[in-house]
């Protein structure tokens, strides 16, 4: 099972939303799930990067 690690930034803005948005917490919860299962999940709509974020490995 794959692992997210999240920025500092990236929890503020999350918090942020669901306390502008209670509604949406269910929807990001289940969207991070799918990411975690799988992260090439269709309903997920990733892609390759391009541009100057294309070479980089993360």
């Not at 939303?17 to 799988?38: S, W």
């Amino acid at each position: 099972m794959r692992e997210l690690v999240w920025s500092p930034n990236f929890i503020r803005q999350l918090k942020r939303l669901v306390r502008q948005n209670p509604l949406i917490k269910h929807t990001v919860e289940q969207t991070l799930e799918r990411l975690i299962n799988d992260p090439f999940d269709p309903s997920l709509k990733t892609h390759k990067l391009k541009g100057n974020l294309a070479n980089k490995s993360f």
